[in-house]
T-cell receptor, first 114, second 114 residues
Framework: AQSVTQLDSHVSVSEGTPVLLRCNYS??????LFWYVQHPNKGLQLLLK??????LVKGINGFEAEFKKSETSFHLTKPSAHMSDAAEYFC????????????FGTGTQLKVEL | GAGVSQSPSNKVTEKGKDVELRCDPI?????LYWYRQSLGQGLEFLIY????????KSGLPSDRFSAERTGGSVSTLTIQRTQQEDSAVYLC????????????FGQGTRLTVV
């Protein structure tokens, strides 16, 4: 069985300050992990993915995430928030050896204030 | 095609009517997913197709929901006797089915049951 927990449903930051969106996972198999972003009235876009290579993954728009097996975490970070980062972010797990079903977290709404 | 295509983009239907939602995946992708996103909610898994294997229907909320995938390509999600609680955005995604690959999402069909 696999599951994803996004620890914060809403995060609010000031423009120019760091962003941290937290994600913990549970998977019976070695997982692939993804972060997707959804801007208002837009489709889901892949930000970055972890696929058992480097544990620090860099994605688009300055985002990165670090896979920590000991903590079963895959937190998303960005050094400096921009107004255009305001969106909903989803952490997703997919087991490598046990099928390809994607399991989504409940999402984190990021608000960026001036 | 260039991406996952869903039709219609919007559908308004009367309670009790049947609706069909269509998904054209990326050419060559063997895996196809349907998800539902209700207002303010995360993504709810509905059904998953992988090649010629039996689909994973574990997420279908009731027997009013069914889906098929013809020829390993186009998929149709059918909702019979629609109810107001069926109102949501229905998202389709496809992936190559290989390990570590991400899913690509369509823009969704916004279903409103009145």
């Amino acid at each position: 069985a696999q599951s994803v927990t996004q620890l914060d449903s809403h995060v609010s930051v000031s423009e120019g300050t760091p962003v941290l969106l937290r994600c913990n996972y549970s998977s019976s198999y070695s997982p692939s992990l993804f972060w997707y972003v959804q801007h208002p009235n837009k489709g889901l876009q892949l930000l970055l993915k972890y696929t058992s290579a480097a544990t620090l993954v860099k994605g688009i728009n300055g985002f990165e995430a670090e896979f920590k097996k000991s903590e079963t975490s895959f937190h998303l970070t960005k050094p400096s928030a921009h107004m255009s980062d305001a969106a909903e972010y989803f952490c997703v797990v997919r087991p490598t050896g046990g099928g390809n079903k994607l399991t989504f977290g409940t999402g984190t709404q990021l608000k960026v204030e001036l | 095609g260039a991406g996952v295509s869903q039709s219609p983009s919007n559908k308004v239907t009367e309670k009790g009517k049947d609706v069909e939602l269509r998904c054209d995946p990326i050419s060559g992708h063997t895996a196809l997913y349907w998800y539902r996103q209700s207002l303010g909610q995360g993504l709810e898994f509905l059904i998953y197709f992988q090649g010629n294997s039996a689909p994973d229907k574990s997420g279908l909320p009731s027997d009013r929901f069914s889906a098929e995938r013809t020829g390993g390509s186009v998929s149709t999600l059918t909702i019979q006797r629609t109810q107001q609680e069926d109102s949501a955005v229905y998202l389709c995604a496809s992936s190559s089915g290989q390990a570590h690959t991400e899913a690509f999402f369509g823009q969704g069909t916004r279903l409103t049951v009145v």
